[in-house]
T-cell receptor, first 113, second 115 residues
């Protein structure tokens, strides 16, 4: 039982490049979400999903896309990376939205030059 | 909309108590509390659901005042291991009947415990 697995752990991009951050969970959780963490800003919700085929925007969705084709996977796509997207990204999942604890991945440190 | 946490930072001596507050401008369905150590992922502490119940976890407990849309985290007889950043997370949409909003976190409270 691996929990929530995020890849890669570190990534450096050039402005304008695109990439996908991977997130997978093996706990059969319905709810999955992506957060970014910047100094002094806490954890800000980017996108979330309450089940396969269902996604919704959080607080800071601009510049990011998500899809949820399976229960296990919830990739985050940066369409055209910008320096403002330099951040630590966390994927998290839970059995139920709001009423069950979140399990966090170990995070991805992303730098956009 | 992010919940508001206070204070932003607390410095304590080992054995002292602390209270961290979390408030929202929207009706709350649930409040989560997490602790994060530097360079690590947040770790779950507890969840409180609407109803004003208080929960405990070792020497850490929390209350939830649904009417005031507030929650407080209580750390008693603090230990060095309590150092870190504490986040509250709130779910509001389900309570208002408008569908889920997603769990939204505050900016965090930095807790430093000195020996």
């Amino acid at each position: 039982n691996a929990g929530v697995t995020q890849t890669p752990k570190f990534q450096v991009l050039k402005t304008g490049q695109s990439m996908t951050l991977q997130c997978a969970q093996d706990m059969n959780h319905e709810y999955m979400s992506w957060y970014r963490q910047d100094p002094g800003m806490g954890l800000r919700l980017i996108h979330y999903s309450v089940g396969a085929g269902i996604t919704d925007q959080g607080e800071v969705p601009n510049g990011y896309n998500v899809s949820r084709s399976t229960t296990e996977d919830f990739p985050l796509r940066l369409l055209s990376a910008a320096p403002s997207q330099t951040s630590v990204y966390f994927c998290a999942s839970s059995y139920g939205l709001g009423v069950e604890k979140l399990f966090f991945g170990s995070g991805t440190q992303l730098s956009v030059l | 909309q992010q919940p508001v946490q206070s204070p932003q930072a607390v410095i304590l001596r080992e054995g002292e108590d602390a209270v961290i507050n979390c408030s929202s401008s929207k009706a709350l369905y649930s409040v989560h509390w997490y602790r994060q150590k530097h360079g690590e992922a947040p770790v779950f502490l507890m969840i409180l659901l609407k109803g004003g119940e208080q929960k405990g976890h070792e020497k850490i407990s929390a209350s939830f005042n649904e009417k005031k849309q507030q929650s407080s985290l209580y750390l008693t007889a603090s230990q060095l291991s309590y150092s870190g950043t504490y986040f509250c997370g709130t779910e509001t949409g389900m309570y208002s009947g408008g569908g889920a909003d997603g769990l939204t976190f505050g900016k965090g409270t930095h807790l430093i415990i000195q020996p």
